[in-house]
């Protein structure tokens, strides 16, 4: 019986450090989560912003004009498209990161729904212990 109720012991504090192992996790990823949301919407306005330049150049602006009359368009349009095309992969590679983020978060949230009632394990545990 006293071995039954060590053995019970040592599993329901296996259970507890596994429990704060994930919480310490779930924490650290979602502060992850919430630096991820905040380079992305960084970069989504980065991405705006050179979307915009380039849309200016090839329409009709005076900023085209402009670049059209000192004969350096074509060099300022291809410019332009490489900055849009740098944002797009930076802002592409933070939503992915974000995304995995997220999805480990939500993994992490149902394995810790496994060990709920650790907790109170571990209490009765130590109480029937005592009690003997």
Same mark, same amino acid.
């Given at each position: 019986?006293?071995?039954?109720? *060590?053995?019970?012991?040592?599993?329901?504090?296996?259970?507890? !450090?596994?429990?704060?192992?994930?919480?310490?996790?779930? !924490? #650290?990823?979602?502060?992850?989560?919430? %630096?991820?949301?905040?380079? &992305?919407? +960084?970069?989504?306005?980065?991405?705006? $912003?050179?979307?915009?330049?380039? *849309?200016?150049?090839?329409?009709?602006?005076?900023?085209?004009?402009?670049?059209?009359?000192?004969?350096?368009?074509?060099?300022?349009? /291809?410019? /332009?498209? #490489?900055?849009?095309?740098?944002?797009?992969?930076?802002?592409?590679?933070?939503?992915?990161?974000?995304?995995?983020? !997220?999805?480990?978060? $939500? !993994?992490?949230?149902?394995?810790? $729904?496994?060990? +709920? *009632? &650790? /907790?109170? %394990?571990?209490?009765?545990?130590?109480? %029937?212990?005592? *009690?003997?």
């Amino acid at each position: 019986m006293f071995d039954h109720l *060590n053995t019970r012991l040592m599993q329901a504090k296996s259970h507890l !450090r596994s429990k704060h192992k994930l919480e310490s996790k779930l !924490r #650290q990823i979602k502060q992850a989560c919430l %630096e991820g949301e905040s380079k &992305c919407s +960084s970069l989504k306005t980065q991405l705006d $912003k050179e979307k915009a330049d380039v *849309n200016k150049l090839e329409g009709l602006s005076l900023t085209g004009l402009f670049y059209s009359i000192l004969g350096a368009k074509h060099d300022k349009i /291809e410019k /332009e498209r #490489q900055e849009l095309l740098a944002a797009k992969l930076k802002h592409d590679e933070a939503s992915e990161t974000l995304e995995d983020s !997220r999805r480990e978060m $939500k !993994r992490l949230e149902h394995e810790l $729904k496994g060990f +709920s *009632n &650790c /907790e109170t %394990e571990y209490a009765q545990s130590i109480k %029937e212990k005592q *009690n003997l």
